[in-house]
């Protein structure tokens, strides 16, 4: 059977915004080839080292790959790709080389060997996360988190997931309740209630993410303790969170901050990333004009998290 193949070479501060156009137009999964990964792991991360093979890497950008099957309308399929990854340059994101190429291949095994590019990922020494193909042994102190990777983009491996999971373990106390503002595929929510949240309450606008969230609060054992609503950002709260983290781009952010405040604590800490380092200083700036006091900023390759609370 015949599938086509599509390959963008693009940056890593890319990477996460097209994986996620990409299983827009109906791709299972993508293979990412980031070169600044391998660097990443070789100076901070010798557990994930298994996991990766050097020679991938002939090309200095980052290389996406995924696979949709033949006889879908590829021509509309491409034009929605290319108009999606135009409109990244908008929100602020380099989106490099940006080359798009489709091309017909036959791999009766390609349903099944992109798996090879998703493996257990020690996010911080106790906190895993892991797709459900793969085995993998706890520790007697570590929390494992399944993650498949699917309509909606966060599977765990972005820089700007990683940083909001160590600051929700930094920050959150038993039985807190969390809001997950733009959730993707809930993994920051899940992430909570498996450190000990007592509810998490999952927003987004996107129908495929409310979806995807519901499947892997499912796969988590954790559904009973999640409030998941389709809806724009907070509109549809009516209460304050022990704890708010939102993963979408600055200029939301910015927006956010000029009424977040109603819906925070007087010590409930706002986490937010999905911020490229040229856009810290708007977003801090904002936030402190709308009445917040920025408690940190923490950088990761290109992205950076802040976290700020009621001044």
Known sequence: MNYYEITIKTTSEAT????????EIGVNGVSIE???ELTNLENNDEKNWDYVDGELFDYEGV???????????IK??????INK???????GIDTGDKIIEINEV???NWANSWKQYYKPVHVTDDFVIKPSWEEYEAK????????DPGGAFGSGTHETTKLCIKKIQQYLKKDDVVFDVGCGSGILGISALLMGASKAVFVDIDEAAVSATKENTQLNNVYEKAEIIKGNLLDKIDYQADVIVANIIADIIIMLSSYIGKFMKPDTPFISSGIILDRVDDVTKALVENGMEVIEVEKDGEWAVVVSRKA
């Open 140 to 147: 007697a102190n570590e929390q494992v988190l399944i993650m």
């Open 85 to 91: 990854v135009d409109e990244l340059v908008k929100f």
């Open 106 to 108: 036959k791999d009766d």
């Open 16 to 23: 996460e915004a097209i994986s996620n156009i990409l299983y």
């Open 76 to 81: 509309n399929k491409e034009k929605y790709l």
């Open 63 to 73: 290389i996406i790959k995924g696979y949709i099957p033949f006889g879908e309308d």
């Open 34 to 36: 980031d070169p600044q």
